[in-house]
């Protein structure tokens, strides 16, 4: 072999090597593990246990941060203004499921294992009004929690409205 051609085969040995070093990595048949997965870090979920309480002074934005022991006291007078609310947000977000009377047979009640449960009968009549709250706020059983599409005032003003409901 010349030594041009000596020199040229080393020339390209040296700019194949690092692109097929490089081609190694791309399939993973030299494998480093980098530490790329969140879940990785010493943190702790919001669904994990242990369960954190909220820093002292921190306001939860969307209602209750954590679950209180006793139910909440309804600090919304059911007068005009909240009853009318009430009546549209209820058309919103219950009637689907809930019935447009509270008897549980809305539209959608058929799609679940335990139909919506009627909310003007003896069960949810007799149940204070910071429980009913709390089944928005977290849900219940199939029911998804409702907390994100109702300000904490919004979920009063709903309760309000459905004691106004004639029990059946
Ligand atoms: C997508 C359907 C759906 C919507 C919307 C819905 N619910 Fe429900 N709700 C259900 C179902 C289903 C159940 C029964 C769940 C079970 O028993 O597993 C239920 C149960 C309840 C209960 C009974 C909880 C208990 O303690 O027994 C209350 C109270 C209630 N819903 C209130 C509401 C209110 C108020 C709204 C509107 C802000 C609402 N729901 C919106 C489906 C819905």
Redesign the pocket.
């Known amino acids: 072999m010349s030594m041009r051609m000596r020199r040229g085969l080393l020339i390209i040995g040296l700019v194949l090597a690092p692109f097929i070093i490089g081609l190694l990595f791309t399939y993973e048949l030299i494998k480093i593990p980098f530490p790329t997965d969140m879940a990785q870090q010493p943190s702790v979920g919001y669904q994990e246990s242990p369960r954190q309480l909220p820093p002292v002074g921190s306001v939860p934005i969307q209602g209750l941060s954590v679950i209180p022991e006793e139910f909440p006291i309804n600090p919304v007078p059911a007068d005009e203004v909240s009853l009318q609310r009430g009546e549209i947000l209820?058309t919103i977000?219950?009637e689907?499921?809930?019935g447009a009377e509270g008897y549980g047979d809305g539209p959608?009640s058929g799609y679940?294992d335990?139909?919506?449960?009627n909310?003007v009968g003896p069960?949810?009549t007799a149940?204070f009004d910071g429980?009913?709250y709390l089944?928005?706020v977290q849900g219940?059983?199939?029911?998804?929690p409702?907390a994100e599409n109702?300000t904490p005032r919004e979920r009063w003003d709903?309760v309000n409205y459905?004691r106004t409901l004639p029990i059946r």
């Open positions: 209820y977000h219950c689907v499921c809930h959608l679940f335990r139909t919506p449960q909310l069960q949810i149940e429980s009913v089944t928005i219940f059983g199939q029911m998804m409702l109702l709903v459905l």
